[in-house]
């Protein structure tokens, strides 16, 4: 489902991992996004949030919201789709599994890629 309002998108679409089903959510404002990604029992968990820094090219990322399982994984991710996007970036993820965390960084790539 895609559309809204000037300057908002609404992607959701989902990826299979094996046994596994993702779903994920995005919704692009300009100069942000936020991302949720989960399975099917649709828990929010940590919830992360990234920026550019004002002194340096690194990324910044704090938690909003309580740590969980993923908490420093996601981080990382939010700070790595951050630097690629320059976008603002809020990052929910919540899978069964850190291993599954490469195929979804590149999926959510490809899908922030054509929502940037």
């Not at 993702?22 to 942000?32: A, F, H």
């Not at 989960?38 to 820094?53: H, K, R, V």
């Not at 990052?91 to 599954?100: A, E, T, Y």
């Given at each position: 489902?895609?559309?809204?309002?000037?300057?908002?998108?609404?992607?959701?679409?989902?990826?299979?991992?094996?046994?596994?089903?993702?779903?994920?959510?995005?919704?692009?404002?300009?100069?942000?996004?936020?991302?949720?990604?989960?399975?099917?029992?649709?828990?929010?968990?940590?919830?992360?949030?990234?920026?550019e820094?004002?002194?340096?090219?690194?990324?910044?990322s704090?938690?909003?919201?309580?740590?969980?399982?993923?908490?420093?994984?996601?981080?990382?991710?939010?700070?790595?789709?951050?630097?690629?996007?320059?976008?603002?970036?809020?990052?929910?993820?919540?899978?069964?599994?850190?291993?599954?965390?490469?195929?979804?960084?590149?999926?959510?790539?490809?899908?922030?890629?054509v929502?940037?």
């Amino acid at each position: 489902m895609e559309g809204g309002a000037q300057g908002l998108n609404l992607q959701e679409f989902i990826s299979k991992h094996g046994d596994v089903t993702l779903y994920y959510q995005l919704v692009s404002l300009t100069g942000s996004v936020y991302i949720w990604v989960g399975t099917d029992q649709g828990n929010f968990g940590s919830l992360i949030a990234a920026m550019e820094s004002r002194v340096g090219p690194p990324a910044l990322s704090t938690l909003l919201g309580p740590a969980g399982d993923q908490t420093h994984s996601t981080s990382q991710l939010a700070e790595r789709l951050q630097r690629r996007t320059k976008k603002h970036l809020l990052l929910s993820v919540n899978v069964p599994s850190d291993d599954l965390l490469p195929q979804v960084e590149q999926r959510l790539i490809e899908e922030l890629c054509v929502v940037s």
